[in-house]
């Protein structure tokens, strides 16, 4: 496998979460030397760092969402919890020796390309500025929480706090606690609410499909097969990645085997929740057009005293709590558990690639970029978990590792040629966006139902529109000529 040259090229990375980190370790692993890690938080991890709120997990299963060249033998459930992932990142970089890579407290505001010297200028917030060779965004598309602009939301004397930044220090117990949004953070949280809290009031736009996570231990036994046993993690972790992968023929609206999917998940709502709320719980829309989302807790709550859905839309706050559209509600504490900006990407960054011409600029109608790495007019800038690329049934690492490959091999084919700029040309990102358009409109997310996949007019910026086997085919190696080598 090639690796760099002696002089490889400077290079920041923009976060030091699972992509950054990802991207990190390979660059040293493949002679890159001359990287340094920008990240705003105090630490690594990410959304895993800053995502602490009570219960909180990742829905694909823990030997899938984990680096396929760092293995972790020592998984104590199927589904980890944040503390045992975030262990796991931060194991990934002190084994590593990424960490001496790393600046933390730094936040980027800015980055300017030079075309003279083919060379970005990252400002950060604290005045300082850097300036590197290649610039590769690992910021994501969950990092923003979206916060919902109540009028007279500073009036309001209680508590309020976005899932993702979770105030830790005011205890729940015996307060009257109302939670905006019923989305997957939401769906893992409010059971632990509900224990806590003396009135729990749920805040409804439209209910989620809810399926069984069927989480367990991992036995001794099997640690012990999966760490000694010739081949047995490899299979294991394949398997699951089958698993997940079939699980994609789910997402055909007017399918057989959706239409069986739904009918599965319906029964469970009838077991789980009181017949009175059978209505309010069961979603209008064909499984999987939003993220289906795993509990075994979440719809159990319905059925306990001092629970109480409501299915209206949330006007404003007031000094004693919540007002919906028909009731006012005096509660102490309210949490919003209401997503993330997950369509603006690289905000509140400015990138300014050729011409002066930021990428908000570029962007104004939709991103456009090849494989949701690379766009026209902003050379020697890739992008980790760009557009197109996040996933609704299988782990976003195996996508991640795969555009980790695809750029490293980018940035050495520009070294190999003795080039100091690298390009997407854009007929080449107008080929692939034509055909990402066509893909998209006939999805299962296309449908009549509004979700964190698409923009507010209805386009699809955030999900590739296939399996991951689809996509890893595609950038198992690039196409040279969908680049221009410069410099």
């Given at each position: 496998m090639p690796e760099a040259k002696s002089d490889s090229p400077r290079i920041i990375i923009i976060g030091a979460g699972m992509s950054g980190i990802c991207m990190g370790i390979q660059l040293l692993r493949r002679g890159f030397r001359?990287?340094?890690?920008?990240?705003?938080?105090?630490?690594?991890?990410?959304?895993?760092?800053?995502?602490?709120?009570?219960?909180?997990?990742?829905?694909?299963?823990?030997?899938?969402?984990?680096?396929?060249?760092?293995?972790?033998?020592?998984?104590?459930?199927?589904?980890?919890?944040q503390p045992e992932i975030l262990d796991y990142f931060r194991n990934c970089v002190s084994d590593s020796g990424l960490r001496e890579?790393?600046?933390?407290?730094?936040?980027?505001?800015?980055?300017?390309?030079?075309?003279?010297?083919?060379?970005?200028?990252?400002?950060?917030?604290?005045?300082?500025?850097?300036?590197?060779?290649?610039?590769v965004s690992a910021v994501g598309q969950l990092n923003r929480p979206r916060i919902p602009r109540f009028e007279n939301a500073d009036r309001f004397n209680g508590t309020t706090f976005h899932s993702?930044?979770?105030n830790h220090d005011v205890d729940l117990t015996g307060k009257r606690v109302a939670v905006i949004g019923t989305g997957a953070s939401a769906i893992q949280f409010v059971p632990e609410v509900a224990r806590r809290a003396e009135?729990?009031?749920?805040?409804q736009r439209s209910p989620p499909w809810v399926d069984y996570v069927r989480n367990f231990a991992y036995p001794n036994w099997a640690k012990w097969?999966?760490?000694?046993?010739?081949?047995?993690?490899?299979?294991?972790?394949?398997?699951?990645?089958?698993?997940?992968?079939?699980?994609?023929?789910?997402?055909?609206?007017?399918?057989?085997?959706?239409?069986?999917?739904?009918?599965?998940?319906?029964?469970?709502?009838?077991?789980?929740?009181?017949?009175?709320l059978l209505e309010?719980?069961?979603?209008?829309?064909?499984?999987?057009?939003?993220?289906?989302?795993?509990?075994?807790?979440?719809?159990?709550?319905?059925?306990?005293?001092?629970?109480?859905?409501?299915?209206?839309?949330?006007?404003?706050?007031?000094?004693e709590g919540v007002v919906s559209d028909t009731r006012r509600i005096p509660v102490d504490v309210v949490i919003y558990g209401t997503g993330f900006e997950a369509t603006s990407f690289l905000q509140p960054m400015t990138i300014m690639g050729r011409n002066n011409q930021s990428l908000q600029e570029a962007w104004s109608d939709r991103p456009k970029t090849l494989l949701g790495m690379a766009t026209p007019g902003f050379p020697n800038l890739f992008m980790l978990y760009g557009p197109n690329t996040n996933l609704g049934h299988n782990s976003i690492i195996a996508m991640v590792e795969s555009q980790v490959s695809y750029i490293i091999s980018c940035l050495i084919?520009?070294?190999?040629?003795?080039?100091?700029?690298?390009?997407?040309?854009?007929?080449?990102?107008?080929?692939?966006?034509?055909?990402?358009?066509?893909?998209?409109?006939?999805?299962?997310?296309?449908?009549?139902?509004?979700?964190?996949?698409?923009?507010?007019?209805?386009?699809?910026p955030n999900n590739w529109w296939g399996v991951v086997v689809s996509y890893l085919q595609r950038t198992r190696r690039p196409d040279y000529s969908h680049f221009e080598f410069n410099g």
């Open positions: 001359s990287i340094e890690l920008l990240e705003s938080s105090d630490d690594v991890g990410g959304t895993w760092l800053v995502n602490r709120y009570p219960n909180a997990g990742c829905d694909i299963p823990s030997w899938l969402y984990s680096f396929s060249f760092a293995a972790n033998y020592d998984w104590t459930h199927k589904y980890a919890r890579h790393i600046s933390f407290g730094v936040t980027v505001s800015r980055a300017v390309y030079d075309e003279s010297n083919h060379t970005w200028t990252v400002d950060c917030e604290n005045g300082e500025s850097r300036e590197c060779d290649v610039l993702a930044r979770w009135r729990l009031y749920l805040f097969i999966l760490r000694n046993v010739p081949g047995a993690a490899i299979a294991y972790r394949s398997s699951i990645f089958l698993e997940c992968e079939l699980g994609f023929l789910f997402f055909r609206e007017g399918s057989i085997a959706n239409r069986l999917y739904a009918r599965k998940m319906r029964q469970h709502l009838r077991q789980q929740v009181p017949e009175e309010l719980l069961t979603p209008d829309y064909a499984p999987g057009c939003k993220r289906i989302l795993k509990s075994d807790e979440y719809l159990s709550i319905f059925s306990q005293p001092g629970v109480e859905l409501i299915a209206e839309h949330v006007r404003d706050l007031d000094a084919h520009m070294q190999g040629g003795s080039h100091r700029e690298v390009e997407v040309r854009e007929d080449a990102v107008e080929r692939f966006d034509h055909e990402l358009q066509k893909r998209l409109s006939s999805s299962i997310w296309a449908g009549d139902c509004s979700s964190w996949y698409k923009s507010a007019d209805g386009t699809i």
